[in-house]
């Protein structure tokens, strides 16, 4: 296994590898800003190990009840998905002002047999901390990680939202697809 620079989640060049200009003419960013820097102190990474104790648990605790997550069970957690290689792209943006994460997402990949044994995309858990909001950071994330799904050869990327969502993903090119956009799910808790 390929344990990468700073001990991120993923290899931080793929990023670099996107077609970072076009999605810069797709969202306002303040004058000087860029995709991966998308304002002043602002940076967009691969999750790291240690971003548990610099507010990734607080930013993902405004999307749902994250429960009592310790540090130890954060980098162990961190180990299993890093040991499932191309799967996980938890992505993050930190403020270097505060040396604190302010907005996540992830690109989950899920390898299938069907399709010629296709991958498929899945956005998961994007969030971006209350006081960075209305910034554009949420549609960078969410366009940012849909660009990624094309460069890994996803053949498709979807994601389930809330209702009250539903305007800004279609803002940013997801669609329901007629006859075939059931969420169904049994809670076990
Ligand atoms: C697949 C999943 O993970 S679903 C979970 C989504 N996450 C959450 O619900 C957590 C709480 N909410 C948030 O973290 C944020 O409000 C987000 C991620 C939904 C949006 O992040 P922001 O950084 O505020 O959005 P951003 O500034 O990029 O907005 C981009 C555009 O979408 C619009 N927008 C933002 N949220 C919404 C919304 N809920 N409905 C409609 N439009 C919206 C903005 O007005 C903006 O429009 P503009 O480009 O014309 O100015």
Redesign the pocket.
């Known amino acids: 296994m390929a344990i990468f620079q700073n001990d991120t989640l993923y290899d931080e060049s793929i990023l670099k590898r996107l077609d970072l200009k076009k999605l810069e003419s797709e969202?306002?960013l303040p004058p000087g800003a860029s995709a991966l820097a998308p304002g002043p102190g602002l940076v967009v990474r691969p999750l790291s190990i240690a971003d548990c104790t610099i507010g990734y648990i607080d930013v993902l605790s405004?999307?749902t009840d994250v429960g009592n997550v310790s540090e130890g069970m954060f980098i162990d957690t961190f180990k299993k998905m890093r040991a499932c290689a191309d799967t996980y792209y938890v992505t993050v943006i930190e403020d270097l002002n505060s040396n604190q994460i302010v907005?996540c997402?992830t690109l989950l990949v899920e390898q299938k047999i069907i399709h010629s044994c296709a991958l498929r995309g899945r956005?998961?858990?994007?969030?971006?901390?209350?006081e960075?909001?209305?910034?554009?950071?949420?549609?960078?994330?969410?366009l940012l990680l849909t660009q990624l799904a094309k460069e890994l050869n996803c053949y498709k990327v979807t994601?389930?939202?809330?209702d009250?969502?539903?305007?800004?993903?279609e803002?940013l090119g997801y669609k329901k697809e007629e006859s075939n956009s059931n969420f169904m799910v049994i809670r076990y808790r």
Request: glycine share 12%; hydrophobic share 35%; proline share 3%.
């Open positions: 969202i306002s405004q999307l907005g997402g956005l998961e858990d994007i969030v971006v901390s209350d960075y909001r209305g910034k554009q950071l949420g549609k960078l994330i969410v994601l389930d939202c809330k009250s969502n539903r305007p800004f993903y803002s």
